[in-house]
Each structure stands twice: as structure tokens, then as C-alpha cells.
T-cell receptor, first 111, second 114 residues
Framework: GQNIDQPTEMTATEGAIVQINCTYQ??????LFWYQQHAGEAPTFLSY????GLEEKGRFSSFLSRSKGYSYLLLKELQMKDSASYLC????????????FGTGTRLQVFP | DGGITQSPKYLFRKEGQNVTLSCEQN?????MYWYRQDPGQGLRLIYY???????QKGDIAEGYSVSREKKESFPLTVTSAQKNPTAFYLC?????????????FGAGSRLTVL
């Protein structure tokens, strides 16, 4: 079966660092994506990992371990505008861009 | 600016009525997708299309129908057979299977059945 697990909710303080974990068990793997979604809005792309290791993009970094079926999104220097849901998604191995999504982690940043 | 336009943003429907959600993209993407989002659940794939005049069922296609007569357009009809249609519907598009290729999403349509 296809299963992607993320914590439901997290809280953090402005200026801090937060790590959002994602574990997956899927029949195939062709890349892992992180999206940010503010309430009632469209998800927007944050990061993509297909090989093991860390990808850094400004305040956001994403890590992947394929052998462990594990990824995390690291957010540094948190800002109030980072309060949103963060969606982990795995791309299937077939010849499409179908994504299998986790339930999302709702992050609340407090002053 | 290129993007995906979904309409209407909010829609109310009586039980037993069919309703069609519009999705138009000017990104020249070949592939288009419809996802459904419910509170506490991840996005679930309803239908997808990789090329004009062809589409495939996703994980929760029952009670929905689509068409892909033009590259730019991928409308979704929620039929009366869909037992629990109240949800947030997201349309997306992509250039299929190209490395770090990314799904681009529309702003969504929120359907409420009264």
C-alpha cells in the first residue's frame, strides 16, 4: 500500500528553527516533494529531492534518505508568514507526475 | 502571466445536482490533474490527463467525470452519484516526467452541498 506519515500539527517561535518529518512507504519512488499551503490557497512548491542528502534553498532545506524512507523539511529563522500547512508528497515510478500526498503538517509560528 | 485559473472559487449545490468546475491553464503543459482535499486528509487524486482526448482514473474517481477536448482545459463534473462532494478541489498541471518537474496548482474551488 501507499502510506506517507507526517505530524499533524507543530508550533514554534518566531526566529527559531523547526524540522518537519515525513516517512513514506510506497510501492515505488521517483522523487519527494515538499509544498507549502496557506489556508484556503493553492499549494506552492518548496523543494524536490530524488537523491539522498540535503538540498538547501535559502531559509528552507530538505533532506532525503531513500533507504530509510525518510525526509525532513527544515525551516530556519522562522517568520510569522511561515504559518501554513506543509505537504510531503512522493512521485510514483510510472511515466506520469502523479503525486501521493501525506496529510500535511500545520505549523503555527508564535511571536 | 502564465498560470492556472479555477472557477468558481466558491460553489453551493443542492443534493442531486450535477456541477462542473472549470480549470484553464496557459502554461502549455501537457498533463493536468484534479485533486480533492478534505480536512485532516492529504490531497487525493480524482482524475488525470497526460494528453488531449485521453484521461485516466485516479484513486477516488467514483461520482466524478472529466473531459480533455483542449490542451488548456480540464473541467471536472461532480455528479449526483458522488455521495460526499463537499470539499476543496484543486486542479494542477505539469510537463510530464521531467526530473524535478513540479505540479503547478490553481487556487482551488470550494464546493458545499446544502
Amino acid at each position: 500500500g501507499q502510506n506517507i506519515d507526517q505530524p499533524t500539527e507543530m508550533t514554534a517561535t518566531e526566529g527559531a528553527i523547526v524540522q518537519i518529518n515525513c516517512t513514506y512507504q510506497t510501492s515505488g519512488f521517483n522523487g519527494l516533494f515538499w509544498y507549502q499551503q496557506h489556508a484556503g490557497e493553492a499549494p506552492t512548491f518548496l523543494s524536490y529531492n530524488v537523491l539522498d542528502g540535503l538540498e538547501e534553498k535559502g531559509r528552507f532545506s530538505s533532506f532525503l534518505s531513500r533507504s530509510k524512507g525518510y525526509s525532513y523539511l527544515l525551516l530556519k529563522e522562522l517568520q510569522m508568514k511561515d504559518s501554513a500547512s506543509y505537504l510531503c508528497a512522493v512521485r510514483d515510478v510510472d511515466n506520469t507526475d502523479k503525486l501521493i500526498f501525506g496529510t500535511g503538517t500545520r505549523l503555527q509560528v508564535f511571536p | 502571466d502564465g498560470g492556472i485559473t479555477q472557477s468558481p472559487k466558491y460553489l453551493f449545490r443542492k443534493e442531486g445536482q450535477n456541477v462542473t468546475l472549470s480549470c484553464e491553464q496557459n502554461l502549455n503543459h501537457d498533463a493536468m490533474y484534479w485533486y480533492r482535499q478534505d480536512p485532516g486528509q492529504g490531497l487525493r487524486l480524482i482524475y488525470y490527463s497526460q494528453i488531449v482526448n485521453d484521461f485516466q482514473k485516479g484513486d477516488i474517481a467514483e461520482g466524478y467525470s472529466v473531459s480533455r477536448e483542449k490542451k488548456e482545459s480540464f473541467p471536472l463534473t461532480v455528479t449526483s452519484a458522488q455521495k460526499n462532494p463537499t470539499a476543496f478541489y484543486l486542479c494542477a498541471s505539469s510537463i510530464p516526467s521531467s526530473g524535478a518537474n513540479v505540479l503547478t496548482f490553481g487556487a482551488g474551488s470550494r464546493l458545499t452541498v446544502l
